[in-house]
């Protein structure tokens, strides 16, 4: 096809553009930095633990200075151009880390009604926001006289920007153990020198070819390791969250498949099923995110539940997508966090008249099992035994769903928690926590544990064994801090999640029956 002459002036004027740009983008000065002095950016910030603005966190910047939130690009504006990854990550945790409204509650409680909260209990609150709200963190907004507005930016959660400029991982150190490079950002690029120059945009927002921290488990580890300080409350140091030790020390770790290569897959359960049949993972990347937040991902929730734990409409709502796409978004986002938990666990039986043997493998899971914030996050076994007829003889783990409580002698692998009364605490205060107790540790990756019932004496005939390991997010009790903070108690019954099962046959001959006797 022959082209037209002003058609070839016009490519080629958009060439020598494109060239001009590229040479202007090596060559432009980076702009200002964003960096604020807080004692006189932000004259009434707090320092009630030194000169560190992040303290208690473990977060960083490299000039030790805040951010200023003007100059903070959101995702909504990375969206722009990066479309897929941006509704990918919408419908993720990360994106609401701070909004929804069990962690926002559960915070305010924290750092308002605690013994600890007593004496800077907005400051300590750092702690929890440096993984939740990383930018109201790093712009000063974690202060008692807040000078920082609370734009769609700050409300964005685990945004863009906090992984993509994130430059240094301490991950064993404890909440927030990043050093974040944000003011630094080559920020005020034209998007027609962007285009012109995508390498040094791809290098500017670490692209994982350019970064391999980006790729690593590290850089997950900089929040999924949680640690409380001495400056929060007690004598010494508590380890509350061991996901990243759990990592390191796993068979994962050796074969160097690190948090990415699963819960960034763009298939995360096909992924992990792959590496469990020893093939090498599948290829592509998603921003989902998706890991084991299966509430909070499920827009089918009745009446626009999910959008109210979420904290209200997302980003972006009428303004990049509509409703409809987004909830279709979301309901692949759900789907995919239901399908990564159902290839954690295997489960086995064996039974005799005596007693059933349940052996539970953590199979799929590259930590333990369950891993994160173990005084909420828990796994239980239901074990029931049904005749023919359909009538139970033995039932252990049921849950009751009008209730929200699950048998108390069922078998769980749960962290207790105790506060400064020395009663169980199931409401997430841990800065009142006084004392940790595992009844049942978490599973190590690759490793299996075994439990025996004890089973009563049964009558002659054939036996349907029925096992199931479920998973819940959290306690009922957590939603008793939305009824302090708010004054009304939520009409939710935070649902579990039977993530493995599996089923046997038991016969009971005359003579043992009669021999029970």
């Known amino acids: 096809m022959k082209l037209s002459t002003p058609l070839v002036w016009l490519l080629g004027a958009c060439a020598v553009s494109a060239i001009t740009f590229a040479a202007f983008a090596v060559f432009l000065p980076a702009p200002p930095s964003l960096a604020v002095d807080p004692l006189k950016g932000l004259p009434f910030f707090s320092l009630p633990f030194g000169d560190n603005p992040f303290a208690p966190a473990e977060m960083q910047t490299p000039d030790g200075k805040l951010v200023d939130w003007r100059g903070v690009p959101s995702a909504r504006s990375c969206g722009e151009c990066h479309r897929q990854e941006f509704m990918e990550w919408v419908t993720s945790v990360h994106a609401v880390s701070d909004e929804e409204l069990i962690y926002a509650t559960t915070v305010e409680e924290n750092t308002g009604k605690t013994l600890a909260a007593a004496q800077h209990g907005m400051e300590k609150g750092r702690w929890c926001e440096a993984c939740h709200n990383p930018l109201g963190v790093m712009t000063g907004s974690v202060t008692p006289a807040n000078s920082v507005p609370r734009t769609e930016t700050m409300e964005e ?12 991982a301490e991950p064993l150190a404890g909440n927030g153990a990043l050093t974040i490079r944000l003011n630094d950002i080559f920020r005020h690029l034209h998007p027609a020198v962007i285009m012109a120059a995508p390498a040094r945009h791809a290098t500017d927002m670490q692209a994982r070819r350019d970064v391999p921290l980006m790729g690593d488990s590290a850089l997950c580890g900089g929040c999924h390791t949680e640690i409380r300080p001495t400056t929060v409350a007690g004598e010494e140091p508590m380890n509350l969250q061991e996901t990243y030790d759990e990592w390191r020390h796993s068979p994962w770790a050796k074969k160097n ?10 298939d995360p359960a096909a992924t992990v099923a792959a590496l469990k049949r020893g ?18 991902a499920n827009p089918d929730l009745p009446g626009r539940l999910m959008t109210t734990l979420r904290g209200g409409a997302p980003t972006g709502l009428n303004k990049m997508f509509e409703r409809k796409e987004y909830e279709a978004e979301q309901r ?3 789907e995919q ?17 005596a007693q059933l043997t349940v052996t539970v493998t953590n199979s799929g899971a590259g930590h333990a099992l369950p891993t994160g914030p173990l005084d909420q996050r828990h796994l239980w076994l239901e074990v029931k035994v049904s005749d023919g007829a359909g009538k139970t003889h033995f039932h252990s783990g049921a849950f009751d769903a009008q209730s929200g409580r699950t048998d108390p002698d069922a078998v769980r692998w749960v962290k207790e928690i105790t506060g400064p009364d020395g009663k169980l605490m199931l409401t997430h205060l841990l800065f009142d926590a006084e004392r940790l107790h595992y009844p ?3 599973i190590p990756a690759g490793a299996s544990e075994r439990i025996d019932y004890p089973l009563p004496a049964l009558p002659a005939g054939r036996y349907r064994v029925e096992v199931k390991l479920w998973y819940r997010l959290a306690f009922q009790e957590i939603l008793d801090n939305f009824t302090s903070q708010t004054g009304s108690k939520p009409d939710v019954i935070i649902p579990p999640l039977a993530i ?4 046997g046959e038991l016969t009971i001959s005359t003579q043992t029956a009669e021999a029970g006797r």
């Open 279 to 296: 093939e090498k993972k599948p290829r592509g990347v998603s921003h989902r995110i998706v890991g084991n937040n299966y509430l909070l």
């Open 257 to 266: 498949v690190h948090c990415q290569d699963c819960h960034m897959a763009a």
């Open 337 to 353: 966090v239901v399908a990564l938990l159902r290839q954690a666990a295997e489960l086995s039986v064996q039974a005799n008249p």
């Open 332 to 334: 692949k986002t759900s």
């Open 500 to 503: 493995a099962s599996t089923q």
């Open 157 to 168: 959660g685990v945004t863009c920007v906090v992984c993509h400029t994130a430059s240094h």
């Open 440 to 442: 049942r540790k978490p």
